[in-house]
């Protein structure tokens, strides 16, 4: 009987991805389909439009594949195809990637991104998936800020590296602090934020952390920001 009640719980747990997925899929989609019918019922021939409603595609389609990206990621992690490489890094490569990666799009919105100049750390670490840790937490501080900065720290304890990235953004309420690392989970409130999320961002974070056997720690007040922490092995 145990036996069939496990498989009904991972048969229900496919249902509900699928349905989560495709439901996550389907607003870029008909967002697409309707630009594409009013170009075709004749926008297409009104220059004070046109462009508009192709940037508003091109949008749509570059939300489809961040989605469909946090997709894939989380289901190789979660089918067990999680293949880590672990090299020992310099955990400045890292750290210059991301600030590379995300300086301009912080600075787009007015915050600033502080990165530090630390020694030459080495961390023992698959690089492709730590710097997809550090992209998510980034990407949501940025997206759940509107002013202040993004600080990434970098401490050396004992014979690990503490990582801390805080922000001065709209902060996470008690009440679903313990819920955000769930796959599809978002904060009700912040609906206008959603554009171009998935959900599963964290949900990835937590996995590839677990394989670092690592975990991930969260402290945020509401209204005044949130601390994303977690720690990597010395190299
Ligand atoms: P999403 O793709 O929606 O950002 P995540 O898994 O990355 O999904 O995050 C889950 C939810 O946690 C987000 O929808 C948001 O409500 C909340 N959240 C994550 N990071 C932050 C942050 N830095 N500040 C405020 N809220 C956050």
Redesign the pocket.
Known sequence: EKYINSKDNISQIRTKFVANASHELKTPIFSIKGFVETLLDGALNDPKVNTDFLKKIYNQTERLENILT?LIDISKIESGDLKLNKKYLSINDILSFIDNSYKHLAKKKGLKLEIPDTKDLKVYVDKEHIETVFS??I???I???DTGKIVVSVKEINNSINIAIS?N????KNA?IDK????????DD?RP??T??????????KHILEGHNQQVN?R?TKDV??T?SFILEKG
């Open positions: 946090d998510n937490i990407k949501n501080a997206n759940y800020s922000d953004g709209i902060g996470i679903v955000i690392f769930q796959r599809f989970f978002r904060v912040d934020r959603k171009g999320r998935s959900g599963l961002g964290l949900a990835i974070v969260v945020s920001g949130s994303f």
